[in-house]
């Protein structure tokens, strides 16, 4: 439906400009738009099988989610993600006696490899510090969790965020840091880049 594609980039673009704290916004703009869709509409839905789990796709998103996040500087939140819901995974097939090739199914599909260093790691709308992020991923995991198993429903990780990135303010309070500033970071990177030019031109490395 065209009406329903065009209504999730409105709310995409719009939550970037008027769902703000400060000179923030609150929430990831893409998963904002997704969730209210897919709750909205019978017309939107998310397919979990939709990017498949074929070696060689599960390999690209690792390879490109490792680099977004380290370039974002945002890896710890993507790995204290999985981390936090790979160990739930594990813990419920021990209990449940099943075998461990199901928590490894569940942990190759690449629609949560997407959302775990695509979307979870924007760094505008993560918290500050890392131990705030640890704490974020956390509670995005358990929630997840909650969705997953006890309501059913594969959307639980976009509504997790969704639902917790409000949360981020509170935890920037708790555990403050540097904000992030994409400027800032862009400065760095061609500082590193720099010198790494100059020492190879001047020491031959």
């Known amino acids: 439906s065209l ?8 709310l995409t673009i719009g939550s970037k400009f008027f769902l703000r704290v400060k000179d923030r916004h ?9 969730a209210v869709v897919t709750f909205c509409s019978h ?7 939709q990017w498949g789990r ?13 680099t977004v996040a380290s370039r974002s ?18 813990v419920r097939a021990l209990v449940l006696g099943d075998p461990l090739s199901i928590p490894l199914h569940q942990l190759e599909s690449g629609a949560l490899l997407i959302f775990s260093f695509f979307m979870i790691s924007d760094p505008k709308t993560t918290p500050d510090s890392r131990k705030g992020r640890f704490v974020f991923a956390a509670l995005v ?17 976009i509504y997790a965020l969704v639902l917790l990135c409000p949360v981020v303010p509170i935890l920037n309070r708790l555990f403050p840091g540097g904000q992030y500033r994409w400027d800032q970071q862009n400065q760095i990177s061609s500082t590193f880049f720099g010198n790494r030019i100059f020492n190879q031109w001047r020491y031959g490395i």
């Open 3 to 10: 009406s329903v594609l065009l209504s999730a980039c409105l």
């Open 26 to 34: 609150i929430f990831n703009p893409t998963n904002f738009g997704i």
């Open 43 to 49: 017309e939107a839905w998310i397919s979990p099988g």
């Open 54 to 66: 074929e070696a060689l796709l599960v390999g690209f998103l690792v390879l490109s989610g490792f």
């Open 73 to 90: 500087r945002r890896m710890d939140v993507s790995f204290g993600f999985l981390g936090f819901f790979g160990g739930a995974l594990f």
């Open 141 to 157: 995991a358990a929630l997840t969790y909650y969705f997953w198993f006890f309501r059913f429903d594969p959307k639980g990780m």
